[in-house]
């Protein structure tokens, strides 16, 4: 089985090389293929502890994360802001330090990305970033899995994403620099991707960067989009008319290359970032997207142990 060196954090995507994430999309291929079958779980990783901190709320990610190290024979436990002392401002070192000497890996969801850094920096078991504002690395390696899946070849693959560049846009474009995936970053004026993740991008001449809505999306096969206010942001109305013109809806789709495949990473706000019939037509792969959260983050679960 594919594993990754011991005590290796995955904080954002570049904390792997492009032959780590093939051999972590392959893994979930197999896994996946396994649970179809209907095949048993790993024994290694039978009794194997995952611990969980959310400071924000959560859906896919809890569920997703819980039910991979069960269905690896292991289990999880999770901490929240509220039930543990992280709330009353415990430090994320001594935090680190502590779940340490309980369990075999920790996956976090908070707000600012150096919490995780510096819980990893602490701790002695693997950290996993399971969403902060600058990153969202699980979500866009299990998407790029999805997009496999349907594209068969990366290399193939032109992928357009449309809205707020954000933590799902940072990590997808690192992604796509990672595994020579032609990406364009479309962005209202003021809300492109951070310069820092830009400047850092492995291939930079496959990503580009555009405020441009009308742009060309010829061959593009895959547009992406995520929610245009994240969580905390609802009442700024002022970002969301920045956003009118970057709605995914049938006039973009027609745009882009015949049969173009719709990506979203939810919730989603139907008449906002994506029209109704676009998320529940016949191009949308969303719900395998959903689905791929589990398989990609078992095998990263299972590499990492």
């Given at each position: 089985?594919?594993?990754?060196?011991?005590?290796?954090?995955?904080?954002?995507?570049?904390?792997?090389?492009?032959?780590?994430?093939?051999g972590?999309l392959?893994?979930?291929?197999?896994?996946?293929?396994?649970?179809?079958?209907?095949?048993?779980?790993?024994?290694?990783?039978?009794?194997?502890?995952?611990?969980?901190?959310?400071?924000?709320p959560?859906t896919?990610?809890?569920?997703?994360?819980?039910?991979?190290?069960?269905?690896?024979g292991?289990?999880a436990?999770?901490?929240?802001?509220?039930?543990?002392?992280?709330?009353?401002?415990?430090?994320?070192?001594?935090?680190?330090?502590?779940?340490?000497?309980?369990?075999?890996?920790?996956?976090?969801?908070?707000?600012?990305?150096?919490?995780?850094?510096?819980?990893?920096?602490?701790?002695?078991?693997?950290?996993?970033?399971?969403?902060?504002?600058?990153?969202?690395?699980?979500?866009?390696?299990?998407?790029?899995?999805?997009?496999?899946e349907?594209?068969?070849?990366?290399?193939?693959?032109?992928?357009?994403?449309?809205?707020?560049?954000?933590?799902v846009?940072?990590?997808?474009?690192?992604?796509?620099?990672?595994?020579?995936?032609?990406?364009?970053?479309?962005?209202?004026?003021?809300?492109?991707?951070?310069?820092?993740?830009?400047?850092?991008?492995?291939?930079?001449?496959?990503?580009?960067?555009?405020?441009?809505?009308?742009?060309?999306?010829?061959?593009?096969?895959?547009?992406?989009?995520?929610?245009?206010?994240?969580?905390?942001?609802?009442?700024?109305?002022?970002?969301?008319?920045?956003?009118?013109?970057?709605?995914?809806?049938?006039?973009?789709?027609?745009?882009?290359?015949?049969?173009?495949?719709?990506?979203?990473?939810?919730?989603?706000?139907?008449?906002?970032e994506?029209?109704?019939?676009?998320?529940?037509?016949?191009?949308?792969?969303v719900?395998?997207?959903?689905?791929?959260?589990?398989?990609?983050?078992?095998?990263?679960?299972?590499?990492?142990?």
């Amino acid at each position: 089985m594919f594993t990754i060196k011991p005590k290796k954090d995955f904080l954002q995507v570049n904390d792997l090389d492009g032959p780590e994430i093939t051999g972590l999309l392959d893994l979930a291929s197999e896994l996946k293929e396994r649970r179809r079958r209907g095949e048993k779980v790993i024994p290694v990783h039978r009794d194997k502890l995952l611990g969980m901190i959310f400071t924000k709320p959560s859906t896919r990610t809890r569920v997703s994360f819980e039910a991979a190290i069960m269905e690896l024979g292991g289990r999880a436990l999770t901490l929240t802001a509220e039930a543990s002392q992280i709330g009353r401002g415990e430090s994320p070192e001594d935090t680190g330090r502590v779940l340490s000497r309980y369990l075999d890996a920790v996956a976090i969801r908070t707000f600012d990305q150096s919490e995780v850094e510096r819980l990893a920096r602490s701790a002695s078991i693997p950290v996993i970033n399971a969403l902060t504002d600058q990153h969202h690395p699980c979500q866009a390696l299990a998407d790029f899995l999805t997009i496999r899946e349907k594209a068969g070849d990366l290399g193939k693959v032109k992928l357009a994403y449309f809205g707020d560049g954000n933590n799902v846009c940072h990590s997808l474009l690192q992604a796509a620099a990672r595994l020579g995936v032609e990406m364009l970053a479309v962005t209202p004026e003021g809300y492109e991707p951070n310069p820092t993740v830009l400047a850092k991008l492995q291939k930079p001449n496959r990503v580009k960067v555009t405020t441009d809505p009308a742009v060309d999306l010829k061959g593009v096969n895959f547009i992406y989009t995520d929610v245009w206010l994240s969580m905390g942001e609802e009442k700024q109305t002022a970002k969301k008319r920045a956003f009118k013109n970057y709605q995914v809806n049938q006039k973009l789709l027609k745009r882009a290359a015949p049969g173009a495949m719709v990506l979203h990473c939810l919730p989603a706000h139907r008449g906002e970032e994506i029209s109704a019939e676009v998320i529940d037509g016949p191009q949308s792969i969303v719900w395998d997207q959903v689905e791929n959260r589990l398989h990609f983050q078992k095998a990263l679960l299972a590499a990492l142990l």
